[in-house]
C-alpha cells in the first residue's frame, strides 16, 4: 500500500515538473490559472538546481538533472521503506 501512495506521488510530481517545463515554451501559458499553480509547486524544486546548473547557451539543463534525481530520490525511499517492512 505505501508503496502504491509513493510511486503515485512522485508520479503525479514528476508528470507536474513536465508539464511546467512544456509550458515554459509558451509564454501566455504561464500567466493561466494553471501555469501559476505549477509555477507554486514546481518553482522551488527546480530553482534549486538552476542555482548550481549554468545553462547552456538558450538551452537549460536543469529540469533533466531534477528529473533524474527525483527519480533516484523515489527509488532510494523505496528501498529503504523495503529493508524497513
Not at 2 to 25: G, K, N, V
Not at 44 to 66: C, N, Q, T
Amino acid at each position: 500500500m505505501i508503496y502504491y501512495i509513493i510511486i503515485q506521488a512522485f508520479t503525479i510530481y514528476t508528470f507536474m515538473l513536465i508539464a511546467y517545463i512544456l509550458l515554459s515554451w509558451i509564454p501566455a501559458a504561464q500567466d493561466s490559472a494553471v501555469g501559476r499553480f505549477l509555477a507554486t509547486v514546481c518553482e522551488p524544486y527546480l530553482g534549486f538546481f538552476r542555482k548550481f546548473i549554468p545553462a547552456i547557451g538558450m538551452i537549460d539543463i536543469s529540469p533533466i538533472v531534477a528529473l533524474f534525481v527525483l527519480r533516484f530520490i523515489q527509488e532510494g525511499l523505496l528501498k529503504v521503506i523495503s529493508y524497513i517492512i
